[in-house]
Structures are given as C-alpha cells and as structure tokens.
C-alpha cells in the first residue's frame, strides 16, 4: 500500500500537540518551577535592572503569546473529533433524534430551541 503525503498543517498540528503534552507534563512544571527560581535569583543578583525586566516581560510574553494558540489549536482538534464521534453515535443509535447532529454549527438560539425540545421530549 502506498502511503499518502501528509499535509504540513498536519506535521504542525502533531507538533503542536506533542508541545501542549509536554507542557502540561509534571516534569516540564518542575522545570519551570526551577527555572523561575534561578531567574529570580538572577534578578536578585543584578539588583532587578530594566534590562532584566525588559528580557523577563519578552518572555514570559511570548511563551504565553505562543502557549495560547498551541492550547488553542490542540482544544480545537479535540473538540472537533469528539463531536464528530458523538455525531456517529446518534446517526448509529435506533430512536436517536436527527436533528441534533451538528448542533455546534447552529446560531445560539437555535440551539436554545433544540434544547428546549430535547428537555421537554427526555
């Protein structure tokens, strides 16, 4: 069997994955943890100079710039195949409504009416 070529947002969704897990991971927040504390005592050392303030905001601001979207993305793609499994369940389930599948894609107030209909049929 020949195998396809994987698309490259596929590569930066599995890369963007791999770095969602490894930094929710137990070993990356000790190293964060320790991170910041030599960073503080660095800070300490230079006597909290602008320049080191200046290098601690770029940072931290662009981890949690970057850390954002990875989350961000990762959430989506989890999302996405949850509700594509939980769309399956009601096409394959004898006596399931129909006019669920999909609702995410609905306006909210469409989604208040199903849901009203769904609450006062269950």
């Known amino acids: 069997m020949k195998r396809q070529p994987r698309h490259p947002a596929s590569h930066l969704s599995t890369a963007a994955r791999i770095i969602v897990a490894g930094a929710g991971s137990a070993a990356v927040a ?21 320049h080191w303030l200046d290098l601690l905001y770029a940072v931290t601001g662009g981890v949690t710039f970057i850390m954002v979207f990875l989350i961000q993305h990762t959430t989506g793609v989890q999302t996405r195949a949850v509700l594509l499994k939980l769309d399956e369940l009601i096409r394959a389930t004898d006596g399931a409504r129909d006019d669920v599948i999909a609702a995410e894609h609905r306006p909210l107030h469409e989604q208040a009416r199903l849901e009203e209909r769904v609450s006062a049929d269950g």
């Open 30 to 50: 000790t190293i964060a943890l320790v991170l910041v504390a030599l960073w503080t005592v660095v800070g300490i050392v230079a006597g909290f100079n602008q």
